[in-house]
Nanobody, 117 residues
Framework: QVQLVESGGGLVESGGSVRLSCEVSGMALTVDQIRWYRQTPEKGRELVAQVTRSGDTTYFDSEQGRLRISRYAARDSIFWYLRINSLRTEDTAVYYC?????????WGQGTQVTVSS
């Protein structure tokens, strides 16, 4: 089993930045892929960024360099961070962390990001 706990959301002003955290535990080192999704009632679920075990990152954003994934290895877990710069009101969503391991998917509880104009 893989457990994911997210944090870092909140109310942020347009143009600001936010760093979302996803703590992955329970076989965290054998996760094949980490993905960040966001979900809104209007657009549904969107894939925002992903990283493979080998460290290859892919960002799904129209502005290059606005998103960045980073990693920190703690003693019993791995923290994956998604930093979003130059926030826009359309970035308002619930952000979910997703882990893929041997074909199975595991989800975090989600964290709300609200961008004010």
């Amino acid at each position: 089993q893989v457990q994911l706990v997210e944090s870092g959301g909140g109310l942020v002003e347009s143009g600001g930045s936010v760093r979302l955290s996803c703590e992955v535990s329970g076989m965290a080192l054998t996760v094949d892929q980490i993905r960040w999704y966001r979900q809104t009632p209007e657009k549904g679920r969107e894939l925002v960024a992903q990283v493979t075990r080998s460290g290859d990152t892919t960002y799904f954003d129209s502005e290059q360099g606005r998103l960045r994934i980073s990693r920190y290895a703690a003693r019993d877990s791995i923290f994956w961070y998604l930093r979003i710069n130059s926030l826009r009101t359309e970035d308002t969503a619930v952000y979910y962390c997703n882990a893929v391991r041997q074909g199975r998917e595991f989800w975090g509880q989600g964290t709300q990001v609200t961008v004010s104009s």
